[in-house]
Structure formats: C-alpha cells, structure tokens
C-alpha cells in the first residue's frame, strides 16, 4: 500500500507550457517533502525540497507548493524544456527518519 | 568522488540461481539502502542500513539477503532469483544529520527467467 499516491502517470505538454504533478498522502507525521528527476537509463536525483514549515518552494523554473490541511503537495514546472523529459517521483518521509515513501512516478514529455 | 556505483549494469539469471548485486559509495555516508523500481510502482524500499553492522528491513525484504561490514560497501544478496524479482535496482546513499537528500547510483537492471 503506497503511503504516498501521484498523479497523473504521465502526462504531454508543449515546449514552454506548464507542467503539474500532484501529490497526497495520509500520513500526517510526513516531514520532509523531496521530488526525484530521472532520465532513462540514469538513477533518480533530487530536484528540489520542502518542509512543512511553508507552502511553497522555487528553485528556478521548479516550484512546489505544499497543502498541510489537505496533506497534498504538487511539483510546477514552468516554461517546460524538452531536456526536462523524464521521469518524477514525489517522496516523503518522517522526522529523523532516512526511509523515503515514493510515489508511483509520472513520466513527463515535452514536444518540442 | 566517484559517488555511488553498482555493478553490474545488467544481469540474466535463471529461476534459482542466487547472485550478489554490488554497491559502493565513496562519500563517507552513514545511510545505505536498496530499492527496487517496477512502472507503476515507483520505487520500494527492500533494505537500509543506518550504518557498519546495522541493517533493518524495507517494505519488500522477502527473497533478498544484506549485510554491512564496511561503512562503504553495501551488497545486495538474491537467495533463489524468481521471476518476480525481475526489476531495477537502485542503491542510494545518504550523510546522516545532513539535508536528508539521497544519492542513487546508476541502478542494475536484472532479468529472471
């Protein structure tokens, strides 16, 4: 049983648009948030991070934004780039605690 | 620094035949762990270890064996390979008391016939 549900599996979006992963979990002692990028062929690499503590985090074209009340966090990536194709994964995991919970994974596509 | 590294890269083995997949990491991290990747299933935790000596179970430990004798290394044992062992293997490293970020390495894809 996935302690952290992603969605959608995949998804298509054209050079320069918007693209939006979805998170949500149900345990609410989840206290650090990542977000895996992996290429075909290559292991996951963390993309950027957030805590509880705020809702929202930007590290270049990457933002997460984070729903505490909703246990719900979700990855934009704006002005998408066909070098961002690959594969997300949302992660969680709890205080102290190096275990990750991933998510399923959505393998994004960007048409040039 | 080479970083995390697993060998080999791909492997085929038959129903029953065990083998031993290989993880290394030259970053001096306490935490080690496996997990294995299947589409639509992300990735899943088999073991972990939290330092030399010390290993504990993941969420799918059944069918895999580990053992930690040197902070570096962190092989990943296959008892009687299964067909439903066939999967992506990805070791990953972390520096305890750090940002929590793991590194993967470069994943070992086993087939079980």
């Known amino acids: 049983q996935q302690q952290v549900k992603q969605s959608p599996q995949s998804l298509i979006v054209q050079k320069g648009g918007i693209s939006i992963i979805n998170c949500a979990y149900e345990?609410?002692?989840?206290?650090?948030f990542p977000w895996y990028q992996q290429f075909p062929g290559k292991g996951p690499a963390l993309l950027i991070a957030?805590?509880?503590?705020?809702s929202e985090k930007k590290e270049g074209r990457f933002t997460i934004s984070f729903n505490k009340s909703a246990k719900q966090f979700s990855l934009h990536i704006m002005d998408s780039q066909p070098g961002d194709s690959a594969t997300y994964f949302c992660a969680a995991s709890l205080p102290g605690d190096y275990k990750l919970s991933f998510g399923a994974g959505t393998t994004v596509t960007v048409r040039a | 620094n080479a970083g995390v590294t697993q060998t080999p890269k791909f492997q085929v083995l038959k129903t029953g035949q065990s083998m031993t997949l290989q993880c290394a990491q030259d970053?001096?991290?306490?935490?080690m762990s496996w997990y294995r990747q299947d589409p639509g299933m992300g990735l899943r935790l088999i073991h972990y270890s939290v330092g030399a000596g010390i290993t504990d179970q993941g969420e799918v430990p059944n069918g895999y064996n580990v053992s930690r004798s040197t902070t570096e290394d962190f092989p990943l044992r296959l008892l009687s390979a299964a067909p439903s062992q066939t999967s992506v293997y990805f070791c990953a490293s972390s520096y305890r008391g750090g940002t929590g970020e793991q590194y993967f390495g470069p994943g070992t894809r086993l087939t079980v016939t």
């Open positions: 970053m001096n991290h306490e935490y």
């Open positions: 957030i805590r509880p503590d705020v």
């Open positions: 345990n609410t002692a989840f206290d650090y």
